[in-house]
Structure formats: C-alpha cells, structure tokens
C-alpha cells in the first residue's frame, strides 16, 4: 500500500488482530507520512497528531481485546499524557482497574501489550487500582508527576474520574514538598551536564535549559493550581502571556530539533551527538554548502534557545517559592539605594520602574558586587530586568555614565564572583559588549573544547577569580600569590573577557581579539600601559600553552625565545595566570598536575631568565649543579657513599642532570646501584615528583629503537604517552623516562595494575613476550573529524639533532606506529612532547640519525613521507 501524504493522516485500520502485519503496515505507513510531513508540518500540530495516530490505535486494539469498560480504563501518562509524542518516544501507558484481576484479565492485558511490542512500539506500561497509584505515588516522585499529566485513551470514565478525585484532594505531595522534590531533582540532572546548557553534544531533554526544565515548571506550577493545561496557568499570574508565549516558542524549537534527531538516529536518542549533526542541520533546514557552518548555525540558534529556558525556568522557580510559597512577604526591604533593596539574601527592584535608566541596569551588578549579602535575585526583578533588556535600543556601551559603571564593575574585587555570573546568566553582557553577544552560543566544532565560546570565558574569568581568593590560594599556590599581588587585576581579566571574542569571525582570533580590546580600551579611556598589555594578553593568550606542552623546555634556547616574546615580568605574570584560567575552562579533563607542573617550570625557567641582563642566556651548568647537590644529599641520607655515587654519575651526561629533578635522579640512582647486569631491564614506575602523573623510568642495554617496544606496549595496556627523555649514559646503557597517564587523564595508583604493566614491559623488553600491535579501534566521536597529517620541521641551532612538529588526527596506537616509522628508517628518537587537543595530535619529537647526527635534507623528506604514508587511513 503506498502511503500518500495528507493534511490530516487517515488509517485504515484491520477489523481483525490477525494478521499483525497489517497493524504494523499501519504503523509503518503513518511513520513515513509523518517523515515526510516533517519538512513543512507546524510540529506542534505533528507531535499532537502523532499521539492521536496511536491513540486511535490503541482505542481500535482495546475494541478487539474486548476489555469490560465499566471497571477498566487505559491512560496515557508521561509524555504521551501531554498529547505529544516524537518518533522513537515512549508510548507510557496506566491500566486502571477496580480491584483484584482474574487470571483470564490479567494474562490478556499481557497478550495486549505484547502485540503492541510486536508492532515495534516503545512501550512502558503499568497495571494498578486508583489506591495502588496513590500508594506509589507517596513513595516515588516519578511516578506521582506522571498521574499529574494523565489522560483517558479507553475505558471507564467513573473510574477515570475517581483517579481524579484522589490526585485533586488527596494527592500524597504538599506544594512545597512537591516543589523542594522536583527542583532537587533538575539540580541533580544539571549536575550531570556540569550544570551547564552549553555542552557541544548536549541532551535535548535534560541538559540545562532542555526541554526537562520546561516540563518541570509545568509540572510544579499543575500540581499546586490543580490545572490541566499549560494555558490556564496565564489565569493564575503564575506566568505572564509573554512568558508563556516564549516558553511555547522555545518548546517548538526544541520539539523540532528532537524530531529530527529520532528521525536521523533512527532509535530514542535525546543526545545530540556531532554524529548527527549534520544531518539535523540539513533536515531542520540549515542548508549550506559546508555542514560545519550549517551546524555552527544551527547550534548557535540552540543555545540561544536554551538560555532562554534556563532564564524562564530559573525565575519560574523562584517565583513559585517566593511569592506562592516563601514568606518573603513577611521580611522588611532594606533599601541598597533609591532604586534596590535587599529583601533576605536577594536583590530587588523598589518598584516596576527602577530598569527605566540603562544606568540602573549597570549600577544594579554594582550592587550585587558590592553587597556580599546578596546570593540572588527577587523573581519579580528577574521578570522586571528581561523586559527592561527587551527594550534596549542599543548596546549599554554607547552610554558614557554605562560605560564608567561598567568600569567600577570590573574594577571591584567581588565582581567576577555572583555579579559577572547574573551578568552573563541574564545577558547583559552580551547587550552592553556586541562582540560578547556575537560568541552567545557559538559553537566550536571540535573535541577540544567542552563549551561554547561564551560559556568557555565565563569560566575561565571564574577560574581567574579563584586566584584573588586568599581561601583558594592553597589550590593555585602561584598564580595565587601574583594575582593577589597585582597592581591591576582588571587589565587581566579584561584580556580574559577579550581572548576569544573573536572566534567564528574567521581569520586570526588572537590578532582580532587584540584590535577589539584595544577599542575596548580606547573607547574606555584606559591608560595606556594597560590598554597595551591588555592586548598583548589577547594576541599572545596561546604562547604559553604552546611553548609549554609542545616545545622542549629543557632547551636553553627555546626558554630564550620564551622569554624574549614575554619582554618583562609583568607580562610573564599575567600570561602565566591568564594560561592557567584558560587550560582549566576549556575542558574539565584537560588540566592536571602534569600540565600545571610543565607551565610553572616554564615560568619559573623564563622569570630566572629575565632577571638576568642577558635574556637570550639560560644558566645550563648551575642548574645541573644544583640538581646533582641537592641528588646528593638525599643518596647520602639514604645510606650510600660519595665515591660509590660519583663513580655512577661519572656514566651520565650532563644533560641527563639537567632535565631531571634532583628527587628523580635520587630514585633513578639508588636503584641502577643496587641492580645486577643480570636483572636488567630496570623498570621503575612511580611519581617521585609528586606531579599527579606516573613516571616510567628504563635502564637497559642499548639496542635499536627501544622506544618502539616500550610505545607498544603502553598501548596496549591503554596507556598515553604525555613525555619522553630518551638518554644515553657515556658507556652503552641507556635510561629512557616516560610520563605516562591512564585514558581518564589520571595515574596508576592501583598496586595490581602497576605490576601488571611493570611485568609486560620487562617481558617485552626480555624477549619473553612478543610486541603487542594495537587492535583499539577509533572512537564514534573520533570518527567524525577529519585532520591532514602534516609534518613540520622546526629550525633551531642543534646541528646534532633534528626538531619536527606532528599534527595529525589523535588515534589508539598512534605513537606506536610512529615508533615503528622510526624503525624502519633507523632513525633514533632523543625525546618527545605528545599533546592531545581534541581530536589532534599535536606532537614534538627530537631525533637524531643512527650516528647521533641531524637529519639531512633528504632524509627528513623521507621521513615526512614516511610518517604521512603511514598515517593515512586506509
């Protein structure tokens, strides 16, 4: 039968059950017709239309079971029970009966739903009396908000309305039970999303601002005025008909964006994954020629979406526990000025008119700052300061008086704390900075970045603010100590508002970002020597991660290029704080002790650096004396003899003393002491710097291409590779280190695991076990990026070793395979810096020719060849 598209979807429904592929013909037409409706439908009208298909269906299978209709009843509940279904939704069903089911009653409800799983239906059913569901709903808050939203599909009406009777009457949750329940619940969801809506793969229904949040609102706000639709709650003054008109636009939005994404992954899935991306886009009608630009649009539209369901659902809220069931009423105002008070912990406008001047908007996040009290807003101003920020004609920074308020804002120490937050949650900054409304939402389309450009700065000016904290300091001993010491913290975090605020312009965000500040700081007459460092910050915000994660810097002459960029301290100081923020904000498992480790050595080896006249000179042999004095004493205090030490050390070169800590050569030493050539390899796995990694440390006979054994093998135990020193002692043994991480992001701490890897790499390296070869496949996010293998050779002055860059798509066995090109060409690998950003691989590798020279011009051609073949996938 050919399933031809109507207005209005007519079924022809089977006067039998038998065959049941008839019913699913049924099924399977109205799904196609409902497909193709999709493009043009209204889908309030086609989510409605959904639920009556399968209301008429089950009404049709209810006459063909034959169900008695004075003492049984079939519901919807849940989402079917609002009438709105979506392609892969749950159909959630109640059976209500009037007491104890026969066996012959009970085994054909079986025999019902049955049929209904055969009709490939998602089907969630429960079978109880009118006291059964009270009895459950006492007991399970889930259960108690899905009879809230119940609706009659077959059956009883009496029965029906005795059900009613009890949830009108007798419902076992008190509005502010209900209401303390059901708030705790949506804190618990948003806490799973990290609480916020901006994830880059975010959960269209219960994500942040999804449509759980709009469902909980309606659900409170039912429960309490005993309602049965969303429009009745207009008559309450529970929502304005503006209110509820946006929130009705924004479930549309949603509604379709779910649609779609049910019809592309073909299965119930709420998450809207990059695998789908595309494809929703295309669907939804963001046609562009480049899918990324149709999904950046896309997204951006998303977002915007559901900040305006976490503005509505936050002052909903509020305005249920404050003026239905707080006592606020019953608390004396304390005046702030002519405009605000403080009424409880939270801020409130006097009267209707108090957002009438844009300057009472601005000196209004003054307040907040200025007020340590305040924890929150009144939801009547919350209402007062939306539409106020409807009626702005133009962004707040074209007013002067806004503009000296904004200033005073930024400049008080409490300003990045609760007042930046509610400037950011109410979007305000975005009304008075129209570059900051351009970055709302803007998606960054990789797997490096968790949030959206705009929520990504908001958190990295709240990690920013954690270092002025004297209580934090203990967390982020350094960048605390600089920050709580600066002259001008504001100059800092204004870079901090400005670092990314050009992303999506195209172009050089860096280079764009500093032209915008340096308007910025005109148009806001800043002094100069601000104004200019500001945009320094901007321009160079990336220096210091790149120099940190991807260059050598145990290489004296990479520190003094670092710090010829930097020029003074005060710039070092405040790049280093801004790159701390700023690695923390962008994904939650991105920052760790190894990264912090990396970046206050730098900064440690480039503030030395600078103190000195020379700054292109970095003190190589004062370093290594320091680190073989310090080494010393702790070997003395361990028990061992000066000549026994020194006869060792006199093996090791000086550059293996100077790119160890003093702690790791101790623990290296003791142990190559007290092994016999007959036990090697030596194979030590610990953290003796307490930088929150595990340090693998082998010394072992030289032979050919270690490294590819030992990159293998840590492979396949599913361990990364973050760092390597590859180093010969003056006698044919080497002593490579690794740091290594687990896939997590953190070390081995379980003893059992440890061995397990100490004993596979001893093993291998024994001969007594082959190399493994990695059998780890990509990853479903993984897939869905493409990135060019490119090798890029860096010129330094080391005429005995050779410095290339890869970038490349990040992939299990990675390294791996790398180690095995080196292999093949015989070329010796010194050391290595390997960073993950997203889905790329953004690696440094030193290596040397088998006679410990830099590679030649065709040599290094063969290798980019080489790795380029090798990476390419198949």
């Given at each position: 039968?050919l399933c031809t598209p109507?207005m209005l979807?007519q079924?022809?429904?089977p006067?039998?059950?038998e065959p049941?592929?008839?019913?699913r013909q049924q099924v399977?037409c ?6 193709n409706q999709?493009?043009s ?5 086609l989510?409605?239309?959904?639920a009556?298909f399968f209301?008429?269906l ?11 209709s ?7 509940v ?5 009438g ?6 749950d159909?959630d069903?109640?059976f209500l009966v009037?007491g104890a089911l026969?066996?012959?009653?009970q085994e054909?409800?079986?025999?019902f739903?049955t ?5 490939r239906?998602q089907?969630?059913?429960?079978v109880r009396t ?6 459950q709903?006492e007991?399970d808050i889930?259960?108690a908000t899905?009879?809230?939203?119940h ?5 009883s009406?009496?029965?029906?309305e005795?059900?009613?009777?009890q949830i009108n009457?007798h419902?076992p949750?008190?509005?502010?039970a209900?209401?303390q329940a059901?708030?705790?619940e949506q804190?618990?969801r948003?806490r799973q999303?990290?609480?916020t809506?901006y994830?880059?793969e ?6 942040p601002?999804?449509l759980r949040?709009?469902?909980t609102?309606s659900w409170i706000a039912?429960q309490?005025f ?9 008559e309450?003054n529970?929502?304005?008909?503006d209110e509820?008109v946006?929130?009705?636009?924004c479930?549309?939005?949603?509604w ?7 019809l592309?992954a073909q299965k119930?899935?709420?998450r ?5 991306q ?9 046609n ?6 149709a999904?950046?649009?896309m997204?951006?539209d998303?977002f ?8 509505l659902?936050?002052?909903l809220?509020?305005?249920?526990e404050?003026?239905i ?8 105002p304390?005046p702030l000025d002519d ?8 801020i ?7 957002f009438?001047n844009?300057?009472?908007i601005?000196r209004?996040f003054w307040l907040i700052a200025?007020?340590p009290?305040?924890?929150g ?11 106020a920020r409807r009626?702005?004609?133009e962004?707040?920074?074209n007013?002067t008086a ?7 804002i ?7 704390g609760?007042?930046?937050e509610l400037?950011?949650r109410f979007g305000?900054m975005?009304r ?6 351009h970055?709302?939402?803007q998606?960054?389309f990789?797997l490096f970045h968790?949030y ?5 700065t908001?958190?990295l000016?709240?990690?920013?603010y954690q270092?002025?904290?004297p ?6 001993p350094l960048?605390s100590e600089i ?15 400005f670092?990314d605020?050009a ?16 308007e910025f700081?005109?148009l806001h007459?800043?002094?100069?020597e601000?104004a200019?460092?500001?945009?320094w910050?901007?321009e160079?915000?990336l220096?210091?991660?790149v120099t940190?994660q991807?260059r ?7 520190i003094?290029k670092f710090?010829?960029e930097c ?5 070092l ?11 923390r904000?962008t ?8 990264k912090?480790?990396l ?11 600078l103190?000195?006249h020379?700054?292109k000179?970095f003190?190589?042999?004062?370093r290594?004396q320091n ?5 010393m ?9 000066v000549?026994q030490?020194?006869?060792l ?9 100077f790119r160890h800590?003093?702690?790791q050569?101790a623990?290296h030493?003791?142990?190559i002491m ?8 030596l194979?030590?796995?610990g953290d003796?710097?307490?930088?929150g990694t595990?340090?693998?440390?082998i ?5 050919s291409?270690l490294?590819a054994?030992?990159?293998?093998v840590?492979?396949?135990?599913q ?13 044919g043994?080497?002593?490579?280190t ?5 896939q997590?992001g953190?070390p081995?701490?379980?003893a059992q ?5 100490h004993?596979?790499?001893h ?8 190399v493994?070869?990695?059998q780890?496949?990509?990853?479903r996010?993984l897939?869905?990026?493409k990135?060019?293998?490119?090798v890029?050779?860096i010129?330094?002055?080391?005429a005995r070793?050779?410095?290339?860059e890869?970038?490349t ?10 180690a095995?090109v080196f292999q093949?060409?015989?070329i010796n690998?010194?050391?290595?810096k390997i ?9 440094l590798?030193i290596?040397?020719?088998?006679s410990?020279e ?6 290094r051609e063969?290798?980019?060849n080489a790795i380029i073949s090798?990476l390419t996938?198949?």
């Open positions: 039968m109507h979807y079924a022809n429904w006067e039998q059950i049941v592929s008839a019913w399977q109205y799904n196609e017709w409902s497909a999709f493009i439908a209204d889908i309030d009208t989510v409605a239309n959904r009556d209301d008429t089950l009404q049709q299978l209810w006459l063909q079971f034959k169900f008695p004075e003492n049984y009843a079939l519901l919807a849940g989402g079917y029970g609002r709105a279904l979506h392609p892969e939704s159909i069903l109640l009037e026969p066996t012959r009653q054909r409800i079986s025999q739903i049929l209904l799983w055969d009709l239906l089907v969630g059913h429960s009118v006291s059964e569901c009270m009895q709903a007991s889930t259960v899905s009879l809230i939203e609706r009659l599909i077959a059956g009406e009496s029965l029906t005795a059900l009613e009777q009457f419902f949750w008190s509005s502010r209900f209401y059901k708030k705790n804190i618990a948003h999303y990290h609480g809506a994830n880059l975010p959960n269209i229904k219960s994500s601002g999804g949040d709009i469902q609102i039912k309490h005993h309602a049965r639709s969303d429009e009745s709650l207009v309450y529970y929502i304005t008909a509820f946006e929130l009705k636009e479930t549309s939005f949603l379709r964006i779910r649609f779609a994404l049910h592309t119930a899935e709420d809207l994954l990059f695998d789908y595309p494809d929703v886009a295309k669907l939804l009608g963001y562009n020629e480049n899918s990324k630009v999904v950046e649009h997204m951006k998303y915007k979406v559901v900040l305006r369901v976490g503005e659902n936050r002052m809220l509020q305005f249920f404050q003026a069931l707080g006592p606020m009423k019953l608390l004396e304390q405009d605000f008070a403080l009424i409880g912990n939270q409130m406008a006097r009267s209707d008119s108090a009438t844009p300057i009472c601005m209004f200025d007020n009290e305040v924890e807003v009144h939801s009547h101003t919350i209402r007062l300061l939306r539409n009626e702005l004609k962004p707040l920074i007013d806004c503009r000296n308020c904004f200033l005073a930024i400049r008080h120490p409490r300003c990045f609760l007042a930046f400037m950011h305000i975005a008075y900075l129209p570059a900051w409304d970055i709302v939402g998606m960054q990789d968790a959206t450009v705009d929520e990504h908001y958190r000016l709240c990690n920013l270092f002025t904290l209580e934090e300091s203990e967390h982020y960048a920050v709580q010491n600066m002259q001008a913290p504001e100059w800092l975090f204004l870079a901090g508002i670092h605020i992303k999506g312009r195209g172009g050089d965000h860096s280079e764009l970002g500093a032209a915008d500040a340096r700081a005109a007459e800043l002094p100069a601000g200019e460092l500001i945009a910050l901007v160079k915000h220096l210091m991660s940190a991807k050598d810097i145990y290489d004296p002459e990479v003094g710090a010829n020029g003074t301290i005060q710039r100081n405040y790049l280093y704080c801004l790159t701390v923020a700023d690695i904000a994904n939650s498992n991105l920052w760790n002790n190894w912090a480790t970046l206050e050595e730098l900064y440690r080896a480039t503030y030395e650096s103190q000195q020379d700054k000179t003190d190589v042999r004062e290594v680190n073989r004095q310090l080494a004493g702790y070997l003395l205090s361990a028990g061992f003899e000549e030490i020194n006869q050390w006199g093996r090791f070169t000086a550059d293996y003393f800590t003093p702690e050569i623990w030493s003791q142990n007290h092994v016999q050539e007959h036990q090697l390899p194979v030590l796995i003796e710097n307490n930088n595990t340090e693998l440390f010394y072992h006979h030289e032979e291409h490294f054994k030992v990159a293998a840590l492979d396949s135990e361990l990364s590779i973050h760092d390597a020193q590859i180093l010969n002692t003056r006698d043994y080497v002593m490579d690794f740091i290594v991480l687990q997590d953190l081995l701490a379980d695991r440890i061995e397990e890897v004993q596979h790499l093993d291998v390296l024994r001969k007594r076990r082959p493994p070869s990695s780890r496949s990509i990853s996010r897939r869905n990026f990135v060019r293998t490119r890029k050779f010129n330094l002055k080391n070793r050779t410095t290339f890869l970038i798509l990040d992939r299990p066995g990675l390294i791996a395979r790398l095995a093949q060409l015989d690998l010194m050391a290595a960073t993950t950003v997203g889905e790329q691989a953004e690696d590798f290596v040397a020719s088998n410990q830099a590679l030649t011009e065709s040599e063969a290798l980019k090798a996938d198949e």
